[in-house]
């Protein structure tokens, strides 16, 4: 079975532009969370999508926002990209709705703003 | 939203020690709470977990505590080795919102 697959691997963008992160969940996960991890922060909250919803949201600004499509596969968009927003970024899948359930992450993408 | 808090920051022991860290949260409804094993330059990797009914599971040299009244719950890792070097996450979660620990470094002196 597959794990979790994010692309790109590795970015860099320059400070106002925008940029599309793809997460690719384990076959029949139906959740998928964003997190943004950079040194001394741990792991931050972005939002958790499931069945196309956005279930949860953490306290991140509008210029982050996600979507989810029909075959579980979810995006996240950040735009007007800043220089703090350098990071990598994190997906985790997990099998259903339930909160008791192992959530696997991919590789991540990093992220570079200069 | 949930906080949870992690500590120390680092930990620094001897090969064969046992090496605890600590975790609070700060939301009652929080019902399932992993601990996370991330390498240099790997994904998060479950390494335990305990769900709210329960208040102390074991699996091998890795044990977790939880008290719920105190809305605290540890890791310990007994008989620490060199190859359980990593930075440790906690978290807590209610409906598959997971919120993360900010990480404690371990390094495990041979």
């Known amino acids: 079975k597959a794990g979790v697959t994010q692309t790109p691997r590795y970015l860099i963008k320059t400070r106002g532009q925008q940029v599309t992160l793809s997460c690719s969940p384990i076959?029949?996960?139906?959740?998928v969370s964003w997190y943004q991890q950079t040194p001394g922060q741990g792991l931050q909250f972005l939002f958790e999508?499931?069945?196309?919803?956005?279930?949860n949201k953490g306290n991140f600004p509008g210029r982050f926002s996600g979507r989810q499509f029909s075959n579980s596969r979810s995006e996240m968009n950040v735009s007007t990209l800043e220089l703090g927003d350098s990071a990598l970024y994190l997906c985790?899948?997990?099998?259903?709705?339930?909160?008791?359930?192992?959530?696997?992450f991919g590789q991540g993408t990093r992220l570079t703003v200069v | 939203g949930e906080n949870v808090e992690q500590h120390p920051s680092t930990l620094s022991v001897q090969e064969g020690d046992s090496a605890v860290i600590k975790c609070t949260y700060s939301?009652?409804?929080?019902?399932?709470f992993p601990w996370y094993k991330q390498e240099l330059g790997k994904r998060p990797q479950l390494i335990i977990d305990?769900?709210?009914?329960?208040g102390e599971k074991k699996d091998q040299r890795i044990a977790v505590t939880l008290n719920k009244t105190a809305k605290h719950f540890s890791l310990h890792i007994t008989e620490t080795q060199p190859e359980d070097s990593a930075v440790y996450f906690c978290?807590?979660?209610?409906?598959?919102?997971?919120?993360f620990g900010a990480g404690t470094r371990l390094t495990v002196k041979p």
């Open positions: 985790a899948s997990s099998s259903h709705g339930a909160s008791n359930t192992e959530a696997f």
């Open positions: 076959s029949g996960h139906r959740s």
């Open positions: 999508y499931f069945s196309e919803t956005q279930r």
């Open positions: 939301d009652s409804a929080s019902n399932y």
């Open positions: 305990i769900r709210s009914n329960v």
């Open positions: 978290a807590a979660s209610k409906n598959n919102d997971m919120r």
